[in-house]
C-alpha cells in the first residue's frame, strides 16, 4: 500500500537522447514525449495524486537552436490542450513577457479554484532566477512531496526551488519516451518508504 504523495514534480528529461538513439533529429523527441505525458496522468489519477507538475521548458531552453525551441514549444502547447481534454484542471506558470511564451497559453497563466479535478502545472518558458526576481509568481503552486525526474540525470535544473525544499527525489534511468507506468509505482513505491518529517 501506498503512502501517496498530494503533489508530484515531473522533470521529462531525455527527448533529444532519445531522437539521435532513434535515428532522428533532436527535435523529433519532443512529441515522442506527449503520450508519455499522456499516460503518466491517467495513471496519477487511478493512483490518488491530486497534483502534477509539469516541466515544460525553460527561459534557458529557449537558446537552443530555432527548429528546436520551436519543436518544444509547440509540443508544450499540445499538451495543454490534451491535459485539459482529460478533465483536468490546468494552468501555466512561466514568464508570460517574454516572447517566449507561446500567446496561445495566456489564458492559462492564472491558477484557479478546482474541486474534485486533478491539477495539473505546467512550467513553460520557466526560469527559478525569474521566479525569485518577480515576486515568486508560482507562489499559487504548493510545497511538491516528491520530483521524479527521467533520464538518469540527478539535478533539479531550476525547477521551482521553494517548492521543492522538502521534496523527496527520485531518479528513473530511462528516457522519457519510454515511460511506462511501473517507473511511476516505482517511485510510490520507494517514496512511501522515505522518512517525511520536513524538518521536524
Known sequence: MY????????IPDGNRRW????GMNKEDGYKYGLPAGLELLRAAKRLGIKELTYYGFTVDNCKR???QVTAFTDACC??????????????????????????????????KDCQNKLRVNLLINYGWEWDLNNGWPSRAVPRIDLVIRWGGMCRLSGFLPIQTVYS????????WPDFKEQHLKDALDWYSRQDVTLGG
Not at 531522437?19 to 532513434?22: E, F, K, L, S, Y
Not at 523527496?168 to 528516457?175: G, M, N, S, T
Open 3 to 10: 503512502r501517496t504523495p498530494t503533489h508530484v514534480g515531473i
Open 19 to 22: 531522437a539521435t538513439q532513434n
Open 65 to 67: 537552436p530555432k527548429a
Open 168 to 175: 523527496d527525489f527520485y531518479i528513473v534511468k530511462d528516457l
Open 78 to 111: 499540445k499538451a495543454v490542450k490534451l491535459i485539459e481534454a482529460e478533465g483536468a484542471e490546468v494552468c501555466v506558470v512561466g514568464n508570460t513577457n517574454s516572447p517566449c511564451f507561446p500567446p496561445e497559453l495566456l489564458p492559462y497563466a492564472e491558477r
